[in-house]
């Protein structure tokens, strides 16, 4: 088993409409939760960080994370067809360095 | 700004051979990170390397190995290429802190 499981999806949408992204995780040790988008042929870009229990927001997008659940999730509201693209979850020791532990990847179509 | 230079972007092996990568991080950032993305494993750390000194090191085979130059500039060597070692090995690099963890477009590596 995978430390950090993610639906592969995809997930189609239509513009405007809410999505959600999840992730669950299996080590206690995690500490640090990440989310990445992954456009075809570039490298992951990240949109949230966050190292505690509770909910982030900026703009259009939420990040939440349970730690007593161990269930990490991305909400993004009205969404666009440019969002189109692979949602990965990151997580990381909190001694771990720079070593991220990557769920599979969700790939998120939104349709016009 | 520039951003993390991988180059080659594609690449062309045979079975047998050996490879070397190469990474130019942000100017100023000490940290880089290897990782090799499959469809079916997805992100994998390979190794990370800090002031020239390997800090952490993911469960790969000694094939693979990498190095840190005073520059901070990075290659990773994999040798003996084997058909599952077709990927995209992507570099990330930082500061030091998770939240400028920034990553390249990679190098796309197919073994034939």
């Known amino acids: 088993q995978k430390e950090v499981e993610q639906d592969p999806g995809p997930l189609s949408v239509p513009e405007g409409a809410i999505v959600s992204l999840n992730c669950t995780y299996s080590?206690?040790?995690?500490?640090?939760f990440m989310w990445y988008r992954q456009y075809s042929r570039k490298g992951p870009e990240l949109l949230m960080y966050?190292?505690?229990?509770g909910n982030k927001e900026d703009g259009r997008f939420t990040a939440q994370v349970d730690k007593s659940s161990k269930y990490i999730s991305l909400f993004i509201r009205d969404s666009q067809p440019s969002d189109s693209a692979t949602y990965l979850c990151?997580?990381?020791?909190?001694?771990?360095?720079?070593?991220?532990?990557f769920g599979g990847g969700t790939r998120l179509m939104v349709k016009p | 700004k520039a951003g993390v230079t991988q180059t080659p972007r594609y690449l062309i092996k045979t079975r047998g051979q050996q490879v070397t990568l190469s990474c130019s991080p942000i100017?100023?950032?000490?940290?880089v990170s290897w990782y090799q993305q499959t469809p079916g494993q997805g992100l994998q750390f390979l190794f990370e390397?800090?002031?020239?000194?390997?800090?952490n090191k993911g469960n790969f085979p000694g094939r693979f190995s990498g190095r840190q130059f005073s520059n901070s500039r990075s290659e990773m060597n994999v040798s003996t290429l084997e058909l599952g070692d077709s990927a995209l090995y992507l570099c990330?690099?930082?500061?030091?802190?998770?939240?400028?963890?920034?990553f390249g477009s990679g190098t796309r590596l197919t073994v034939v």
């Open positions: 990151a997580s990381t020791h909190n001694n771990a360095g720079n070593m991220l532990t």
């Open positions: 080590n206690s040790a995690f500490q640090y």
């Open positions: 966050t190292y505690s229990s």
């Open positions: 100017s100023g950032h000490r940290s």
């Open positions: 390397y800090f002031s020239e000194t390997q800090r």
């Open positions: 990330a690099s930082s500061l030091g802190t998770l939240e400028g963890y920034t």
